[in-house]
Structures are given as structure tokens and as C-alpha cells.
């Protein structure tokens, strides 16, 4: 829990607050950008970025690579694993209707209510 008096000792550094101020314009260059398919990629892509699936105008995955190519690659190869084409499982659990989570045991720690 955070105190008032807690909160007006914390200050914003001037390094992250430059990142932070940086983020909303970022977003909107990334959401503005004409899309491409994977297919016809432009030869002077920067290695590292973010990037957005979209279809039809609806933003359905986003993700940061310092790989780019090799990562899109690994997003559509048919053998790639579920930590490689993170966003075709998610997709594949949602059109089967599996779970999009993993069953991790239970913790115990003290203090903590068992809920039903």
C-alpha cells in the first residue's frame, strides 16, 4: 500500500520520464502506419522495433523484437514452437476454445485466505 507521505517522497526520474513522454507519440506512428504482409516486406527495416498484427482495422497482437525478420519468420513457420509464434497459439486456443492460461499449483504463503 502506497502512503501519501510515501507517494510525495517518490519523484518520476528525468531519464524514464523522457521514455514515458515518448511512448503515446510512438503508439500513434505505430497505429498510423500503412500495414504490409509479411510476403512483401520492405528491404530497409530496422532489426529492432515493435511491431502490430492487425486485420480489418482491429489491433490483434503486438510485440518487440531486436530480430525483426527472423522473429516474423518465426511467427509464421508451421514448426515453430508455442513460445516462437506466440500470437498463432493464441489464436489456435481461441478458435478451439482451450484454455489461454497455464495451471500453476497453488503457493502457500502466510497471511494469504484460501478461496473457494
Not at 503486438?62 to 509464434?85: K, L, V
Not at 478451439?96 to 497471511?111: F, L, M, N
Request: charge should be positive; aromatic fraction near 8%.
Amino acid at each position: 500500500m502506497v502512503t501519501a507521505r510515501h507517494a510525495e517522497t517518490v519523484a518520476m526520474h528525468d531519464d524514464f520520464k523522457i521514455y514515458v513522454n515518448a511512448l503515446q507519440p510512438a503508439f500513434e506512428q505505430l497505429i498510423s502506419m500503412e500495414p504490409v504482409k509479411l510476403t512483401a516486406l520492405p528491404k530497409n527495416l530496422p532489426t529492432r522495433c515493435v511491431y502490430l498484427f492487425s486485420e480489418g482495422g482491429k489491433h490483434l497482437y503486438g510485440g518487440r523484437t531486436d530480430h525483426f525478420r527472423n522473429r516474423m519468420r518465426q511467427h509464421s513457420i508451421p514448426a515453430a514452437q508455442h513460445n516462437q509464434a506466440v500470437f498463432a497459439f493464441r489464436l489456435a486456443r481461441v478458435a478451439t476454445g482451450a484454455p489461454s492460461y497455464r495451471i500453476v499449483h497453488k503457493a502457500r504463503c502466510v497471511g494469504a485466505t484460501e478461496r473457494d
